[in-house]
């Protein structure tokens, strides 16, 4: 088993990374790091990568990063979100915070060189990386040979689902019995998914096309639309 800690923001694919990585692959996720950088939905990102943390008994660190609020001038932190599903450059500029991926593996890294992790698991996907430069496999294997220099350890970043779109990854969530209602994907703060942002409105077709039509009920109640 490879010792290994998981960027887990709360959302769908971090949640599958980390459930498909326990049943199907050597890395023994240890610690789960989740980011407070005054996102909309912080809180409840924080409560349900909690969750999902205490359910495949890994430990969980919140991580504060609160200049980076104030550097943050997209609708994630400030204004709001757009309600319609653009899914390309411009749509990804609106939700784009500050070299947001690097920094959070780059401080996943430290914690590697201090207590001796060897791998990084991140929720990359394809879907995401048609719009979203730091979810392509040039952005992994880049990361991972900076690593080779910056750190001690060297760790390697790896993106169990970066080859698969969002329907497969719900596919392999309901297989594996992953606990989709731990998922929290909104843009819009709430105490269930708006079910009209982009992350909604991916996570909702998603669902249909696997029949989840409890886990839409469950997350988006009569905000779906």
């Keep these: 088993m490879s010792k290994s800690i998981i960027l887990l923001s709360g959302g769908l694919d971090s949640l599958v990374t980390l459930g498909y990585s326990k049943k199907h692959t050597n890395y023994d996720v240890e610690l789960a790091l989740t ?30 990063l609160d200049w980076l609020k104030d550097i943050t001038n997209t609708a994630l932190v400030r204004g709001e979100v757009p309600e319609r599903d653009l899914n ?12 947001r991926n690097a920094l959070f593996l780059n401080i996943a ?21 048609e719009t979203f430069s730091d979810n392509t496999e040039a952005f992994r294997a880049s990361v991972t040979e900076v690593f080779k220099t910056s750190t001690l350890v060297h760790p390697k970043v ?29 843009y819009n703060s709430g105490s269930i998914h708006c079910g009209k942002c982009e992350s909604c409105q991916h996570l909702i077709k998603a669902l249909k096309n696997n029949n989840c039509y409890n886990y839409i009920n469950i997350l988006f109640g009569e905000n779906e639309n």
């Design 35 to 64: 980011f407070n950088y005054g996102q909309k939905t912080a809180q409840a990102e924080i409560e349900c990568a909690h969750k999902a943390a205490d359910y495949y008994n890994v430990e969980h660190k919140v991580i504060n």
């Design 109 to 129: 890294a430290a914690f590697c060189d201090s207590f001796g992790y060897e791998f990084i698991l991140y929720g990359a996907n394809k879907d995401e990386g």
């Design 158 to 186: 790896i993106a169990p689902l970066i080859n698969y779109s969002k329907d497969d990854i719900v596919k392999i969530a309901v297989r594996d019995n992953i606990p989709l209602d731990y998922v929290r994907s909104c």
């Design 88 to 99: 390309t450059k411009e749509s990804a500029a609106q939700v784009w915070v500050p070299n």
